[in-house]
Each structure stands twice: as structure tokens, then as C-alpha cells.
């Protein structure tokens, strides 16, 4: 079974510009969470979705970051006229439901967004 | 959701067993804790999953009290290649919302 999948592993913009970062959850989970992790940081939690929706964003900042899961295809993680403080590990993680102490989160490799 | 408080840093030789403590005192009556395993560059690695008294895999034991305020990993016989950053977790039993601590960063030497 394929892991969490995302990609690109690593990713250049420039000030100004768009960031799109895509997660593949684990096949059969339809649970999705989004963390960035700063250098010698650990992760910090920014959105949960289900399918098609957003079940808690209170750690996302409310400017330039959105986060969508669509009924079809990845869940995408998008920043806006990026800064250079948005340079990160932005991880994906996958579960098939919630608050199931068998079910735990299972994460993605990470990319790591480079902000010239 | 509960803060974790765990040692930052902890070494260890090959073939000891290894114990990290982590607290968390406002856990509430949903929530379970979770160990992660991270190397450097990639993902974190789940370790194990626990809610109360002990649970025990192929690579970890994870030892909880009554009282649920604190938890306890243990490692038996590392190896160099358990060189990693080990995050202690308490996760809401209804949202599924992990809050990450700084994690202890654990250093096996031969």
C-alpha cells in the first residue's frame, strides 16, 4: 500500500509569487491534516478537511493560506504571494477516521518550500 | 488539547534499553497519546498509540498511569539507527488534532 504521497518534495518561489502543495492521503482515508514545521521546531498543526470540507482551520493564518480537499484528487495546501518566512517542511498527514485510538495519523515526506 | 512537556535531549548507548518520560497534565477524559518518530528530512514515523495501562508492538512499550497525566516510552535495545527527535503527542479524541511539542532528541552512540 502506497503511503502518504506529496509532492514536489521540494519547491522554489519567489517573493510574490504562489505556492501549491499537493497531498495523496493513504488509500481509504478521508481524513486529512496539514502542519508546518519550522527548523529545530517541532510541527505545528494549520487545517483539518475531510472531503470537501474544512473541519478546522484555527491554525492556519487567515491571509494568503488556503486548504481544500476535494471529492477527486489530492488535497491541495496553496499560499499566496509567499514571504520569506513562509520557507517550511509543510507535512501532510492521513487517517481514515477520528478519534480512534487505532487509527493513528499516518505523514507524508514533506515539502520543503524554499522562498527567495 | 493538553500540552506535552518532555526532556529535550537524552543519550544513550547501543544495546541499553531507553525510557523517555513525557507529562501532560490537562489531557482530558477523549484523548489518547501517541509517540512519533522523526529523522531529519522526513516525515514523522508513528511509533505507538495508547490510552491507559500499557501497550506493547514490535519495537516500542508505552506505559500510562491511572491518572493519564504522564506516559512513558520505552525503547529496549537501541541501536545507532534509533538516532532521531521522538515527539510525545496527546491527540483530541474528538477532532484528531495532534499538537506537537519541541520532542526529545535521542542520541545513540556505539
Known amino acids: 500500500n502506497a503511503g502518504v504521497m506529496q509532492n514536489p518534495r521540494h519547491l522554489v518561489r519567489r517573493r510574490g509569487q504562489e505556492a501549491r502543495l499537493r497531498c495523496s492521503p493513504m488509500?481509504?482515508?478521508?481524513?486529512v491534516y496539514w502542519y508546518r514545521q519550522l527548523p529545530e521546531e517541532g510541527l505545528k498543526f494549520m487545517v483539518y478537511l475531510q472531503k470537501e470540507n474544512i473541519i478546522d482551520e484555527s491554525g492556519m493564518p487567515k491571509e494568503r493560506f488556503s486548504a481544500e480537499f476535494p471529492k477527486e484528487g489530492p488535497s491541495i495546501l496553496r499560499i499566496q504571494q509567499v514571504v520569506r518566512g513562509d520557507s517550511a517542511a509543510y507535512f501532510c498527514a492521513s487517517s481514515p477516521r477520528v478519534g480512534d485510538g487505532d487509527q493513528p495519523q499516518h505523514f507524508g515526506d514533506g515539502t520543503r518550500l524554499s522562498i527567495l | 488539547l493538553a500540552k506535552t512537556t518532555q526532556p529535550i535531549s537524552m543519550d544513550s548507548y547501543e544495546g541499553q534499553e531507553v525510557n523517555i518520560t513525557c507529562s501532560h497534565n490537562n489531557i482530558a477524559t477523549n484523548d489518547y497519546i501517541t509517540w512519533y518518530q522523526q529523522f531529519p528530512s522526513q516525515g514523522p514515523r508513528f511509533i505507538i498509540q495508547?490510552?491507559?495501562t500499557k501497550v506493547t508492538n514490535e519495537v516500542a512499550s508505552l506505559f500510562i498511569p491511572a491518572d493519564r497525566k504522564s506516559s512513558t516510552l520505552s525503547l529496549p535495545r537501541v541501536s545507532l539507527s534509533d538516532t532521531a527527535v521522538y515527539y510525545c503527542?496527546?491527540?483530541?479524541?474528538?477532532?484528531?488534532?495532534?499538537?506537537f511539542g519541541q520532542g526529545t532528541t535521542l542520541q545513540v552512540k556505539p
Open positions: 503527542l496527546v491527540g483530541d479524541g474528538d477532532t484528531g488534532k495532534l499538537i
Open positions: 495508547g490510552y491507559k
Open positions: 488509500k481509504g482515508h478521508s481524513h
